[in-house]
């Protein structure tokens, strides 16, 4: 099923470079964001003071930008340094959480694309269609179920991945449960990943996070480094819901899920993802 | 022992209707918040921007407002986004934790009641006290011992409840070892649970943001809302004490709660509550 | 191999006086932070707005300050809590997370060790060194590689945490894979823990908190405190390492690790801990 993306290239770099990433992410899932990136083989920092960015992204080899609870302050962060990150020709990863459902999120998201240039940003369909379109609604910070990612719509919805992707020159990354990464001229659907990790709160910050790591260490080609960042994903919730024992639930699958990205190797990683290019 | 509350209704009217919970809340313990709000059927969004809450409050169902590690900017927040659920109807919850321990938190939850008719408060009984008296002292943000609700103070302690719950219109739910669930007319004690509970942060938290969505999926019956969520959560501390192998201390225990409050179901919850009205 | 330091004492007193802890600290690890305080027999407050901090501190007996995601507001808060905490003789534990990568963090850290005599200092070796010397560089919040205490430098590394203990009044803490202690006299070398902890996020900002647990109980041997909490931390790493199952990665070390440090009893902590006095 897979086509040749060099997946175990991409976790092995992220595991001898050792990427830094700085985070400018929301408090709720912040600590499992720190975790996953290092689990992966970075290394995490976090800073949203103003004054403190230029100098900790300075240091670093990507920002991952995440809206998740975002505040005024944390805003004037994203910018700041995202315009060193941006000078520095760093990894940039946008996390538009909840574009579409208020309109600061919205604003704020459509502001720091036509910023910058990030190299991958990643979201729900709700999300990435309200930044596509330029407006939008979500149910809060999950995607609307009427606009999921589905064989039956899965063309046009690349299309609309491929057209975003080629009016940011970023990758688009839409997860779900069918997710979809693209560049202006390529969409590949994965399809690891299980619906359990909808229940736990974090499965997609901790993506980015991870992606971020994963794109510093992969410049030459952010489109497989995004890929495979999200088999990894994907398939550690698979390996991680295999693993429940009778009596647990969401807490223990949540923590597998790190684990499971700790113990990833090249191997594990190819034999396991499942991905297409369209 | 049990009396008549349909607890096996309001659980499952939370895993059916899936109320979107607006938290305001503590950056302590806001993981375990928005998991146990997923893990019972719920779904959180965590916004303390104030020109971010107005938007995020009017797509949910409930708000939840704890003042854990309150600030000038979420003390903002909390009004502007409690004038909106107010004209909503959306369910409002107080968690005025360590009220009574600075004078901002207890000035701040005592105008928040003065401002907002919340469904329900729920704080352990120092803080409730200070709620009730206008003023207080608390042992940082555990409940003084002194104060503690027994067998001994029972009566005297329902008719403090119920005297607060007529003069605010809300539900008060007051958690120790012996919970009281009261509105004007009556008291319920609760007797689920286990000491383990005071020994992780973040349980009574949790039951804040948990009572929230119970609130929002039966907006009919608050009072029995509020007894399903305190009886859930306390037996799922029993179960997962229970569960606890050896050389399992209180990490895992924290997980274990919101496992078993993930695969909690009605049929559990009616058999493991124990509660008696008084 | 251990020399004559009252461990046992120290644990038992942080167990039976149960000594409250205000945490101004990142919003990355706080969780653990405080439930590791907890779990260690402590109790945490975490309060960072400036307005509510003096009374948080006066009601506490401990102040953990971490820098780990300072804002202007937070460090409004630190030096307000600071000269409240000073006044009342409190134990005052500082953790310089990343002084070095940033000049904010750098100023920061050092205006703090210039406006109080903080009971202890605890950070990684880049870290003390930027404060030892009053500017310098670090990789992020990790340490420098080249900067780490071997048994090479030991002697070297000793002397350095005692100069800067005696000129600062504080017990310095310099941890990594061999940790060291000094007051002014003595430095104590301390080969508890393992490189897994290095894996995951928070271990240090968990110690901290638990180190200022340590000296709030005993404030009559803060080295001995320190010393103790230490070892307990690197032995419940050493413990959770042991108990890792096959699939079992760094998000259950992590939770094994709180669980460890909630079962451990004076006995184990004596039998496990390895020191020495240079």
């Not at 910018?79 to 060193?84: D, L, M, T």
């Not at 930044?131 to 979500?138: D, N, Q």
């Not at 619906?195 to 992606?211: A, D, H, K, V, Y």
């Not at 991680?240 to 090249?266: C, H, Q, V, W, Y």
Request: hydrophobic share 45%; with cysteine; glycine share 8%.
């Amino acid at each position: 099923m897979n086509s040749s993306l060099n997946l175990a290239k991409a976790i092995d770099n992220v595991r001898k470079t050792h990427p830094l990433v700085h985070n400018i992410t929301n408090y709720v899932t912040v600590h499992d964001v720190a975790n996953i990136i290092l689990a992966c083989g970075g290394s995490p920092i976090m800073s949203d003071e103003p004054e403190d960015v230029e100098d900790i992204t300075s240091i670093c080899n990507a920002l991952n930008i995440n809206i998740g609870t975002l505040n005024k302050q944390s805003i004037d962060a994203m910018f700041v340094a995202g315009r060193r990150a941006a000078d520095l020709n760093h990894a940039m990863l946008l996390d538009p959480v909840g574009a579409g459902a208020s309109r600061l999120r919205t604003t704020t998201a459509l502001e720091l694309v036509a910023s910058f240039k990030f190299t991958a940003i990643r979201g729900n369909i709700s999300e990435i269609s309200t930044l596509a379109k330029g407006s939008g609604t979500t149910r809060g910070v999950d995607a609307d179920a009427a606009d999921a990612v589905t064989d039956a719509n899965l063309t046009a919805k690349a299309d609309l991945a491929r057209a975003f992707a080629a009016k940011t020159c970023s990758i688009i990354a839409i997860t779900g449960a069918i997710d979809l990464v693209a560049d202006a001229d390529r969409c590949c659907a994965i399809r690891n990943g299980t619906p359990r990790m909808g229940t736990i709160t974090g499965t997609g910050c901790q993506l980015s996070g991870m992606t971020a790591a994963f794109l510093a260490a992969n410049m030459d080609d952010p489109f497989t480094a995004t890929v495979a960042a999200i088999c990894s994903m994907g398939l550690a919730g698979e390996i991680a819901e295999k693993a429940l024992l009778p009596g647990e639930g969401n807490a223990t699958f949540g923590n597998r899920i790190i684990d499971a990205i700790s113990l990833m190797d090249a191997d594990t990683l190819e034999k396991g993802a499942k991905y297409e290019l369209l």
